[in-house]
Structure formats: structure tokens, C-alpha cells
């Protein structure tokens, strides 16, 4: 990992203080194996560029649905078995940031194809959960479980599997811009459009198109369907899991109505989100007014990945958010909350058949945020979406539960 250097108190601190169902800490990230030597990248139309990072055998991908998941996730599933090997590049490509003038930056992604004659796929954009180390994204998957477990599931199966690595993370050399809207829906787009430029480039093309997503990524998936739809590029289906589609319902539960379930690393949350949300929306001391003054600077270092105490963070909301923010009416009116309050998506008349799934004991996500989306498109009328329970799980068994279930769909499509 070429920046474990700078991420290591982090990933210290998150691995003491996150449950099994948490987000991943980069000790829980680790390579199951080497990874394979890079090729010489292979530029492309307008910017784009690839570089085949490994090729994972049947043996390796069923390991990673029978062995590796259920650890990740402390729960067991039943997957389909893989049947083909998969092939996989990193993605780099040009981009801009809505929220800064459309500023040109870098960014990256992973694209997964399946090794096989076939020269026409049906393809999945992953839209990946909240992550503490710039590597555990997608276009580098022997750091990311959940990225493994996508490709295991679908491109073992002869789906595409393309996900973005979002601003900040992966090879992006910009701060992280984490639940930032626009940037979400700018990096995913972009990424479509970069993979299908790879793609041409390989002989190879994608039948229809899926979008799939957990946790923040769930959010990122709605927001990028609201992208795609409202610039007609069709969508066949998609899917979440544990979803906060409206930041500002689900940051209020955090802060007015905790639940005794609620995840420790929830602080962690508003830490990486206050700091976006200052820096992508230029908005200098929009932290400094959040954050208590004992854990300002901590929080920074956490938000930058610079050494810093892990034993300073507080897992408790009180301790870290000035207490004029658990007043539900002082945080409505606050330039953070106002931000907050634009952060959601579905708020929209949505064309495309969309499942959210969400868990009935996840610690992140309500019940009731699982259904949101759902519940407001029935109040309108519409019946696009649906809400699909998962039983018992937790915040990372609801995603390996509904994995299964997201195929299963996908292929009746």
C-alpha cells in the first residue's frame, strides 16, 4: 500500500473502533495475495487511459464468495459460483468538479471484464461504501472487500463490472469529497463514459447497463441515476444497499434521536463529510463551526490522512459536534445543515426500476431511510421503486445479502 504511511493512525483508530458491520479499516483490507505486475498504460480518446493490474483465476473468485466475504461481512450468503476468470484495469481519466466551476482534475476506476470469447457483456457500475484509506476503492481491489465480492458475483458470471474511485480517493491527488453530490454524479459519469472508451479500445462493448451501490454508495447510485436519467442515457435497473438517501433525515437521527445500535464510527461520518463539504464548497471555517475546539485539529488530520492521535477522536457525537448542533432547528438553519439538507437523491420522478434494500438491525441505516426512497415515489404516484427487506443484518450483512439478490434481478431483466 504506497500510502500506508499516511494512513496508518487512521486505519489504527478504525480498527478498534468499528464493529463487524462497519465500514473497512485498511488491517481489514489487506491483500489475500499479490497482486499481479502492472502492464504499460494504454491511452485512448480525450484523456483516457488503462492498465491491466491483475487477472483473477474461478479459484480465486470462489474463494472470495465462500471464504473472504463472510469474514468481511460476519454473515454467510450463498452465492452463484464463478465460471469464468476476470480481467482487471485501472481506469484513469479527466473529470471536472460542478462545485468549483468545473476545475479539470484526474481521476480513476476500476473497469472488470470477463475473460471469455464473448465480445458483448451487460454491465454493472459499483458505486463503493465509505472507505478510511485512499486505497481501498475500487481500482484497487485487493484493498477493498466489497469491490472483490462485485467482482466475484458478477464479472465471474460475465458482467462488466465498472466503479469509480470518487474525488480523493484512489490515484486522485484532490482532497476527498465525500458525499458531495455533484462531484459524485461527475466522477461516476465520467467514469461510464472513460470505461466505454476502454472498452471500444479492447473490441469490446456493453448490452445494457445496471447501477448498484452500498452505504454511501447507495447514495452515490441514486444520484448517479438522477445524472443519467436527466441526461437520456438509458438504465436498465438499479440497486442499493443500506442507502442514506437524504442526508439530512439520517444526520438528524444521529444527532437528535440516537438509537442504543447506532455504530460508533458514525462520528467518523460527519468528520469526513463537514471537511468535504468546506473544502469542495469553499466554505473556510464550516468545520471550525461544527466541530468542538478539543477535536478540530484531530478531526482535520483524520480528514487529510495525516499522522494524528488515534485515541483524541470520540466515538461519541456529543463530544465531538458543538452542542448548539443538537438543537434540530440551530442545525436546519446553519450553513452546514443547510448544505446537508441539499445532499439527498430521490427527490425526483424516477423512470428506471429501482430496489433499495435495507436491514432491519443495520447500525448506520433506519428502517425507515431504507424505505424512504420508495415511500416518497408511491407519494407522488409512482411506482418505480421498491423496498426490499434483508432480515436481521447488519450494516455490512445487509450489502452481502443483497448482493445475491441484485443478480438474480439484474439477470430477469
Known sequence: MTILNRIRSLAVLLATTLVVAGPVSAQQAAPASAPAAQATPVKVASGVQYELIGRWDVARLNRIL???????????????PARNAVKLYRVTYPSVVPEQGNRPISATGLLAVPDTAETVF???????????????????????????????????QGYLVTGA????????????????????????????????????????????LFLSGWSQGGFVTLAMLEKLEAVGMPVKAATTASAPADAFAAF????????????????????????SFETYHNM?????????????????????REPFDQNAVPTDLRKLIRPEYFDAQFFANSAYGRLVAQTSAYRWVIKTPVRTYYGLTDEAIRIEIGQLPMTYQKAIGNDKVEAVPTGDTSHRGTFATAVPQWKAWFDGQ
Open 122 to 156: 451487460p454491465m454493472v457500475s459499483y458505486q463503493h461504501g465509505t472507505v478510511y484509506g485512499k486505497e481501498q476503492v475500487p481500482s484497487f481491489p485487493e484493498q477493498s472487500p466489497e469491490t472483490q465480492l462485485m467482482i466475484a458475483q458478477f464479472a465471474g
Open 252 to 275: 438528524n437521527g444521529f444527532l437528535n434521536f440516537p438509537r442504543k445500535i447506532d455504530a460508533s464510527w458514525i462520528t467518523t461520518i460527519f468528520i469526513l463529510n463537514v471537511f
Open 165 to 208: 474511485d470518487y474525488f480523493g480517493m484512489g490515484a486522485s491527488k484532490e482532497p476527498e469529497g465525500y458525499l458531495v453530490k455533484g462531484s459524485h454524479q461527475q466522477a461516476t459519469y465520467d467514469m461510464l463514459v472513460a470505461s466505454r472508451a476502454v472498452l471500444a479500445d479492447l473490441k469490446l462493448a456493453d448490452s445494457k
Open 66 to 80: 465462500t471464504t473472504d466475504t463472510p469474514k468481511f461481512a460476519g454473515i454467510t450468503v450463498s452465492y452463484t
Open 284 to 304: 473556510p471555517g464550516l468545520a471550525r463551526a461544527l466541530l468542538t475546539d478539543e477535536t478540530y485539529e484531530i478531526s482535520r488530520k483524520a480528514y487529510l
